[in-house]
């Protein structure tokens, strides 16, 4: 079972680049999760119907993985978020979960 996790952003009109490029497959976030762990993916979507509106799906191969990564980095994720927070009119957390394997 993987471990993940859901955001919702709505991206500044003027920032739509630099936040895909931060948020998307070969970004700052990615690049500092690779380093770690039990990090197995990242999804950024574009919303088709709300241009502006993005979600990410982050994946870990445990929760574990996931906060052994948040304790080991919190001063560069912190200095991440805050550099990105320009980018974003508003970020919503939609949870945690895992996924469903065959039985």
């Given at each position: 079972?993987?471990?993940?996790?859901?955001?919702?952003?709505r991206?500044?009109?003027?920032?739509?680049?630099?936040?895909?490029?931060?948020?998307g497959?070969?970004?700052?976030w990615?690049?500092?999760?690779r380093?770690?762990?039990?990090?197995?993916?990242?999804?950024?979507?574009?919303?088709?119907?709300?241009?502006?509106?993005?979600?990410?799906?982050?994946?870990?191969?445990?929760?574990?993985d996931?906060?052994?990564?948040?304790?080991?980095a919190?001063?560069?994720?912190?200095?991440?978020?805050?550099?990105?927070?320009?980018f974003?009119?508003?970020?919503?957390?939609?949870?945690?979960?895992s996924?469903?394997?065959?039985?």
């Amino acid at each position: 079972m993987a471990f993940v996790y859901l955001w919702e952003y709505r991206v500044e009109a003027d920032a739509v680049a630099e936040f895909e490029a931060a948020y998307g497959p070969e970004g700052a976030w990615v690049e500092l999760f690779r380093r770690f762990p039990g990090y197995l993916r990242t999804e950024l979507l574009r919303d088709l119907a709300e241009p502006l509106r993005y979600s990410t799906i982050d994946s870990w191969r445990s929760k574990d993985d996931y906060l052994s990564f948040r304790a080991a980095a919190r001063a560069e994720f912190e200095r991440l978020d805050q550099e990105c927070a320009r980018f974003t009119v508003a970020e919503t957390h939609l949870g945690d979960f895992s996924t469903v394997e065959p039985e």
